[in-house]
């Protein structure tokens, strides 16, 4: 595929092999673009601003509206792209896709609800005789850049709200699972005027590095990993910047919780696209006095996943994103068992390949449970009350979602008022969201909120005007 930059094509005579994970074969090819490119494309972006900023909200919704349509319609074909390029397995593929039509759908319902407000400014010393109000005016550019593991609902995330709030975006997907967004981002760009949604594939060291700091880039809205993160915060100088980064979620099911219901929720939590998921859970902390009955039904559920091509709309379990990132699992997991731990099930690298692993005997010094492990294994954590449940949960440096699960309101309020993280759901695993809710996680998960009303509150400035009448 090529690049999309003020409404063209842009090729290169570099460019990067996008692989199958499942059977390394390659998908398409993409450009290798420089800084060059990344200015050209933000010089378009620029350029365009003008641009949406004069069409009315009404015309952006109308606008978002057809492109939901054209999404809508091609969603089935763009859901085989995102198997083939992330090794996803399809019945995902497909549940990212409705779940990125929904959002865009939201995006264009939301660019008719931008509103400032009156500020009374004679409450303050200074301020009778004022009327003054606020409104809340677009950005100018912004840069989105996404990871791998989620490359349509991720990058509609930042462009629908985005663009809703009359902003121009850079889309900059991952090179290792660019096209299905590339296709997205040509999806747009038929519904508005050149330059409006570009994208530039390429290193994110080099062409990410420009983006950030560049001064004609206004916000950045970054999702990935941590280390990348803190590249970015760091080198952003004065942006505004969201980030949306790495999850090492819990999971509590406490002495008094339906556990039928609790290991279905381990199962789906821990082992949605093999665990590459940043609100995957990856920490299950469970009251001793339920956990050999949680176990024996845990390793029972998890064996009859099925593993295999993720083409197979009856795939469970597909391949990790590559050989590196499957080899990063199993070093993990190797490392546990030197301290200790003891698998119940799985274990075992295939190439790209690595079963769901349940881990007994776990201790806080493993770096299964320190990490974020980007992969299908669930280590478990035995506790002795709700008090310990709470310590465990909040024994880690990432501070994305968490789930418990118990019968009493008591105790599942208790947790969700003192577990530090973004989200916490009672009786559902972390593994959940709507695209409409509040999404972002707090101390090293990220700064910031998505979903798309405050994605699009986050995608604007407010500007206070105020008239002396005196
Ligand atoms: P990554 O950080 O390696 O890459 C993310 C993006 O950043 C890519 O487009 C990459 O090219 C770009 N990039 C790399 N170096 C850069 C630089 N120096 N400057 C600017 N951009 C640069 O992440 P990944 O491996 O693709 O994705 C997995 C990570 O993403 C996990 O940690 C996961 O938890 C996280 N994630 C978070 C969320 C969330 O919403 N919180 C959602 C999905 C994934």
């Given amino acids: 595929m ?28 993409v450009p290798i673009s420089d800084r060059g490119d990344v200015k050209k494309a933000i010089s378009a972006a620029n350029m ?15 606008c978002l509206y057809s492109a939901y349509e054209s999404l809508k319609a091609e969603q089935k074909k763009i859901a085989k792209t995102i198997t083939e390029e992330t090794g996803k397995p399809i019945k ?18 939301e660019a008719k609800r931008i509103y400032g407000e009156t500020v009374p400014l004679d409450a303050g010393i200074g301020g009778k005789g004022f009327f003054a109000f606020t409104q809340k005016i677009p950005l100018g550019v912004v840069a989105a850049i996404t990871p791998f593991n989620y490359p349509v609902n991720l ?9 809703a709030a009359k902003n121009t975006v850079i889309l900059k997907p991952s090179l290792q699972a660019p096209l299905a967004a590339m296709i997205l981002a040509e999806i747009i760009d038929a519904e508005f005027p050149n330059g409006v949604i570009n994208t530039v ?16 880039i206004d916000k950045i809205s970054f999702t990935g990993s941590v280390a990348t993160g803190l590249l970015i915060s760091n080198r952003a100088g004065m942006k505004k910047v969201t980030l949306e980064l790495g999850g090492n979620d819990p999971l509590i099911v406490l002495e008094d919780a339906n556990i039928e219901k609790a290991v279905k929720a381990a199962v789906l939590g821990s082992y949605l696209y093999s665990g590459q998921v940043c609100m995957a859970v990856k920490r299950i902390i469970i009251d001793e006095k339920i956990a050999d009955e949680f ?32 080899k990063m699992v199993e070093q993990s997991v190797v490392e546990s068992y030197k301290k200790g731990a003891r698998p119940l099930t ?28 980007f992969g299908p294994v669930s280590p478990i954590i035995r506790v002795n009350s709700v008090e310990e449940a709470i310590n465990a949960a909040n024994d880690s440096e990432f501070g994305l979602q968490a789930g418990v699960f118990t019968e009493s309101i008591k105790n599942g309020l208790k947790c969700a008022n003192e577990i530090e993280t973004g989200s916490v759901f009672i009786n559902k695993q972390s593994t959940f969201r709507t695209d409409n809710m ?29 008239m002396n009448l005196r």
Avoid: C, W
């Fill in 201 to 216: 594939t390429g290193y994110g060291g080099e062409i990410g590095d420009e983006l950030t700091v560049n001064e004609d």
């Fill in 155 to 163: 990058a509609i995330h930042k462009i629908a709200p985005a663009i």
């Fill in 438 to 466: 509040p999404f972002g996680g707090f101390k090293m998960s990220g700064i910031g909120k998505e979903g798309v009303k405050y994605a699009v509150e986050d995608m604007t400035r407010t500007k206070l005007i105020g």
């Fill in 2 to 29: 090529k690049m999309l930059i003020n409404g063209k094509f842009e090729d290169k005579e570099e460019t990067f092999n996008v692989i199958n994970p499942y059977n390394n074969e390659t998908v398409d090819t």
């Fill in 346 to 373: 799985g274990g075992n690298r295939d190439g790209n390949f690595f079963e769901p692993t349940i881990l007994d005997n776990i201790t806080p010094d493993m770096s299964i449970v320190i990490n974020e492990t």
């Fill in 295 to 326: 176990i024996d039904l845990f390793v029972k559920e998890t064996e009859k996943l099925k593993i295999g091509d993720p083409m197979d709309p009856k795939t469970d379990i597909g391949p990790l994103i590559d050989e590196n990132a499957a």
């Fill in 48 to 62: 365009a601003k003008g641009e949406i900023q004069d069409m009315s909200s009404r015309k952006v919704s109308e």
């Fill in 92 to 109: 995902d593929s497909l549940g990212e896709m409705a779940r990125s039509v929904e959002t865009l759908k939201f995006a264009a319902e």
